[in-house]
C-alpha cells in the first residue's frame, strides 16, 4: 500500500504564489511517476502535471510557463510551484503516484485565488 498526504494549499490573490507539497510512504519502488490533478466545482478532475522518477515532466497546456513540478526521490515527495495564479486555477488539487500499475491518490488540498 502506498499513502499520499499532501500540503501547502491556501487563499492567495491572483498574480500570487502558492507551493503544493505531497509526501509519499508505504511500499515505494525507485519507479513510478508521481503528479498533481485538480478538481473544480462542476467538472471533471483534471491534469496539472507529472513527474517521473528520471525528472521527465508534462505539464497540461493551462498551467504551462507558470507552475513547475519538481521531485525528491529521497524523500519520495513531490512539490508544484504555482507562480502568476488566476480565479480560474482554484480547485482542489490532487496528488498521484503511478507505481506498479497501480494509481493511488492524496486526500487533496483546496487552493483558492481571488480575483
Known amino acids: 500500500q502506498v499513502q499520499l498526504v499532501e500540503s501547502g494549499g491556501g487563499l492567495v490573490q491572483a498574480g500570487g504564489s502558492l507551493r503544493l507539497s505531497c509526501a509519499a510512504s508505504g511500499s515505494i519502488s525507485s519507479r513510478n511517476v508521481m503528479g498533481w490533478y485538480r478538481q473544480a466545482p462542476g467538472k471533471q478532475r483534471e491534469l496539472v502535471a507529472t513527474i517521473t522518477s528520471g525528472g521527465a515532466t508534462n505539464y497540461a497546456d493551462s498551467v504551462e510557463g507558470r507552475f513547475t513540478i519538481s521531485r525528491d526521490n529521497a524523500k519520495d515527495t513531490v512539490y508544484l510551484q504555482m507562480n502568476s495564479l488566476k480565479p480560474e486555477d482554484t480547485a482542489v488539487y490532487y496528488c498521484?503516484?503511478?507505481?506498479?500499475?497501480?494509481?493511488?491518490w492524496g486526500q487533496g488540498t483546496q487552493v483558492t485565488v481571488s480575483s
Open positions: 498521484n503516484i503511478f507505481i506498479r500499475a497501480h494509481y493511488y
